[in-house]
């Protein structure tokens, strides 16, 4: 290293103890010794981290609001066009609506409209699409091989289609095991462990058939699901846990159409389809695909059932009929309706989820289409946020509006509400746009959760169908969702529900009735799917949220045609195909003329084994340590492209990736993105796997290299020893807050040392009442008779940022978390041991806890941090969250044992030292007071000490105070 040691006008000993102060700083050894010696110079402790505190507390206290319409660029009506080239006067007149003499004043704005509506036009063209499906030649050989599991619900274990599938693979040379599954197996873990077994007596595995779809009874205890859904979510889930070397297969009847004279005849069924089309994009190597069966299998159709099973990697979405083999394909729809044709509302229309961002667009454009009267329901009726003001304003448009507290999967009531329009306006159309979404993946969805979103989704519709019967109505419309068209990460069992209602629609107008679904992509503004910073991560992979009055445009095109299901999405496909098919083709995708310009690009069209290939040729020449950085720049340069940070700089080596802002959604990007470059058959979990760049690179180097990094295994990632009994624990570094302004041990100690007072008043910054809540009398219920206490003024103070912890997270976490952040990063500050270094290291987390009580007093919990209160208020989340931050791999315990919680963590820790659990421990204790409700109870019961001091061991006595620290 060099370093200048003059510079113009400072050539003194300044100069040059700043430059050997500067070569210090990076890592040369200076004598200072020697250097300082006989100057009066001495050593300084310096502080720690001076973090940048702002508060942070659920009382009321909010925080600031967080902030594309898409464009469309289609060209002009032809005729119009050619008129001007004609300079056909009065074409052009009919074709603007303006008089053939009127003076240019009038046509400017008349042909701005016109162009302006064929602009519009021409984006909604190019959103919309549709499902169709494409007969493809027999397959010639058919023949199976090793053992195939036919998985088959109890209740339909005698159906003649189950022994046909059964006959027909044994023909065509698969060994047969059936196993038969029933309520008892909804537990993943009973059913992997069967499978286990059935395995282990299995010489080799073909694959597996799951005709689980066929029982469409009410699941015992979901009712809101069909057994053979939930069996099937249970399957995958267990097939995942017992690891089995073979792809499953899910096989339905009747879950889908083929054509006008194939009739779907289970809505039911049509769920299993979305819920494989999602195992697909998630378990790559676990999913074979999706196979629907006619209503016999005879001999011809098990020899195609059994050529479809046979071959590996190809079409995955197929149906197989008495004409033929049939695959699944999206194409583009062209609009059935004319430019002058438009549907105009009448009477009476109802609306579920009414009250909702979508359900207020949507009743807006009714009552511009001509509704007399609207019926908007939501859970929450009048009382929902925005509903009173969103009623006004639909009246003063003319229209009378009911607003109903009425979820629509109550069947009584919907029924009511129904009952209740008036026979002078009687109802003519109806848009069910209610629904409940939830972002999680397979792994993660337990039967509850998918039985709460699968019932907000179906059972309104379900409802609306059955007690509408027959009726005929101008329109029957659905708001379903691209989940159930095409899947999407952590959205199966979200896009379950919708594929039902696309079934729905699609089993309506086949009975001849009114019937209409358009499958959304997202919505700008008030849709669900762009909420807080989803918008910008679907617009990053191909998906920009659409312009709600384009989108309503859309809808109104749609309800005028004969569409019946028509997909409205706004894709950019340069940036949607590669990812969404970086990991497992995609045939359904295969015949838009945007994917096929793709595969003939290269590039992003190479083969997984081809970019493979490319990347070790890269690394090949290059030395072991240019190798780990190589691969690390690699996966911190599409973490930062998936999070929009500017740099790949900004995405730290060891920090968690969750700390950084990934989620379900972005990990499965990044999964998609790093899957196309290295070739590798990556899993959805890959993010949660492999917490941080450094760690995800170095599994990467694994895979594709075949060795491991050459970093030594020393050191923290090395496996804790096992200590002796009797061996003394050594206490390294300490740190504390505690009342009286006590910031650090050397605080606590002046504070003993010279007799001081940590008791104070009640802090005025919590929302507490404390003068409605203060009474002398001891027996007033509600109240409490002391002023005083033992507080921390600063525990709504935190540093967020530092932590990466976003501000809607660090207001919704315990102040008691956030306080142990920072002390325990001060701990290993005073050690002397960088927090970065103990990432990897078996150091074990030992902390007393009880619950503060924080967020309790709020009525209404605030949009901004839901979803965050769950774990920022779990006292089972504590000592995670530290183990987590600092990537400490030994125990991590959270005690709560009252008052002698610190002390038994204490103790935990000194014996888990001992044992060589760990071989080191951080241990704390933290407690915080977020309501006066500890107060009130000791009141209560004459406990507490009116002047708020403990007098121990004196005729003073009075008794205790409420006091809280942390350490």
């Not at 090395?718 to 624990?729: Q, T």
């Amino acid at each position: 290293m060099v370093i200048g040691t003059l510079r113009r006008d400072e050539g003194g000993l300044e100069r040059f103890l700043t430059s050997a102060a500067e070569v210090f700083a990076r890592g040369v050894k200076v004598g200072w010794a020697v250097t300082l010696e006989g100057r009066g110079g001495r050593r300084v402790e310096l502080p720690t981290y001076a973090f940048q505190r702002e508060r942070y507390w659920l009382d009321g206290f909010g925080l600031l609001p967080g902030g594309g319409v898409a464009d469309g660029t289609g060209s002009v009506d032809e005729r119009f066009w050619d008129a001007v080239q004609r300079q056909d006067l009065e074409s052009l007149a009919g074709t603007l609506a303006v008089d053939s003499e009127a003076p240019l004043s009038a046509v400017l704005p008349a042909l701005s409209a016109y162009h302006r509506n064929n602009r519009d036009r021409s984006t909604i063209d190019g959103w919309r699409y549709r499902v169709s499906w494409k007969p493809v030649s027999e397959v010639a050989d058919g023949s199976l091989s090793g053992t195939w599991l036919v998985v088959v619900p109890a209740s339909r274990a005698e159906d003649e289609l189950v022994s046909g599938v059964v006959a027909g693979l044994e023909r065509h040379g698969a060994s047969v095991v059936p196993v038969v599954v029933d309520e008892r197996d909804l537990d993943a873990d009973v059913l992997a462990e069967r499978l286990r077994v059935v395995a282990a007596e299995a010489p080799e595995l073909g694959g597996v058939l799951s005709l689980l779809a066929l029982d469409e009874e009410p699941c015992p205890g979901y009712p809101a699901l069909s057994g053979g859904y939930a069996l099937t979510l249970v399957l995958v889930r267990a097939m995942v846990g017992a690891d089995l070397p073979a792809r499953l297969w899910c096989g339905t009847r009747g879950a889908v159409s083929v054509g006008r004279s194939d009739r779907l005849t289970s809505p039911a069924q049509a769920m299993v389809w979305a819920l494989g089309r999602v195992a697909g994009l998630e378990l790559p190597p676990l999913w074979g695909g999706l196979v629907d069966l006619p209503e016999t299998l005879d001999r011809r159709g098990a020899e195609r059932l059994a050529g479809v099973l046979s071959v590996e990697g190809g079409e995955d979405q197929v149906a197989v009929r008495g004409s033929g083999v049939f695959v699944r394909r999206l194409a583009r729809s062209a609009a059935t309706v004319g430019e002058e044709t438009s549907w105009r509302a009448r009477g009476t229309v109802l609306v579920t989820g009414g009250t909702g961002g979508l359900g207020g667009q949507v009743a807006r454009w009714l009552v511009r289409s001509g509704a007399e009267h609207l019926v908007l329901t939501s859970r929450r009726g009048l009382d929902a946020e925005g509903a009173a003001e969103l009623k006004a304003e639909l009246e003063g448009m003319g229209a009378e509006v009911t607003v109903a507290a009425c979820d629509a999967a109550d069947r009584d009531a919907l029924a009511a509400v129904l009952d209740a329009v008036p026979e002078h306006r009687p109802l003519t159309a109806v848009v069910h746009a209610a629904g409940v979404t939830l972002a999680a993946s397979l792994l993660e969805t337990e039967l509850a959760d998918a039985a709460t979103v699968v019932s907000g989704k179906v059972a309104g519709a379900v409802n609306l169908d059955e007690l509408l019967g027959d009726r005929e109505l101008d329109a029957f419309v659905v708001f379903s969702s691209i989940s159930g068209v095409w899947g999407g990460g952590s959205q199966g069992v979200y896009g379950s529900g919708n594929a039902f209602l696309d079934a729905l629609v699609e089993q309506r107008r086949a009975r001849g009735l009114a019937g209409t679904a358009v499958s959304w992509g997202p919505w700008a503004e008030d849709g669900m799917a762009t909420r807080g910073d989803a918008g910008e991560q679907l617009a990053r992979r191909g998906l920009p949220a659409m312009a709600p009055q384009l989108a309503i445009a859309a809808l109104e095109r749609a309800v005028a045609g004969d569409d019946g299901v028509v997909t409205v999405v706004d894709v950019d496909w340069e940036r949607f195909a590669p990812s969404f098919t970086a990991v497992r083709p995609s045939p359904f995708l295969s015949d838009l003329d945007e994917v096929l310009a793709l595969e003939t690009k290269g590039g992003d069209g190479e083969s997984a084994d081809a970019a493979g290939a490319q990347l070790r040729e890269r690394l090949k020449p290059l030395t072991e340590g240019e190798r780990d950085r190589a691969l690390l720049d690699l996966v911190r340069r599409h973490a930062a492209a998936v999070l929009g940070y500017s740099s790949a700089e900004l995405v730290e080596p060891n920090r968690a990736f969750r700390d950084l802002g990934f989620d379900s959604l972005t990990a499965v990007d990044l999964r998609n993105r790093l899957a196309a470059e290295t070739g590798l058959g990556l899993p959805a979990t890959l993010v949660f796997d492999y917490p941080s760049a450094g760690v995800l690179a170095a599994q990467l180097r694994t895979e594709v290299l075949g060795t491991a990094s050459t970093a030594p295994t020393t050191g923290p990632g090395s496996p804790a020893g096992s200590g002796a009994d009797d061996e003394p624990i050594a206490i390294v570094s300490m740190s504390c807050r505690l009342p009286g302004g006590v910031r650090s041990p050397e605080d606590l100690w002046q504070l003993i040392d010279g007799g001081g007072d940590a008791i104070s008043s009640f802090p005025s910054d919590r929302g507490w009442d404390l003068s409605g809540m203060y009474d002398p009398d001891p027996d007033r219920p509600g109240t409490f008779y002391a002023r005083e206490g033992g507080f921390l003024y600063d525990a709504g103070e935190f540093d967020p940022g530092f932590f990466g912890i976003s501000p809607r997270e660090a207001l919704a976490t315990d102040p008691q978390q956030r306080l142990l952040l920072e002390t325990s990063w001060e701990a290993f500050e005073r050690a002397g041991i960088n927090p970065a270094s103990v990432r990897g290291s078996q150091t074990g987390v030992f902390v007393g806890f009880s619950g503060s009580g924080y967020g309790t007093n709020l009525e209404t919990v605030p949009e901004d941090v839901e979803g965050h209160l769950l774990t920022g208020n779990a006292g089972s989340v504590v000592s995670g969250r530290l183990a987590y931050t600092y990537g400490l791999e030994g125990p991590a315990i959270t005690v709560d044992t009252a008052c002698s919680s610190s002390l038994v963590a204490l103790h935990l820790a000194c014996q888990s030292l001992r044992q060589g659990e760990c071989d080191m421990a951080l241990v704390g204790g933290v407690a915080v007071m977020a309501t006066p409700m500890a107060f009130v109870e000791f009141s209560r019961q004459g406990g507490l000490a009116p002047d708020g001091r403990c007098k121990p061991f004196a005729a003073a006595a009075d008794g205790t105070t409420g006091r809280r620290s942390s350490g």
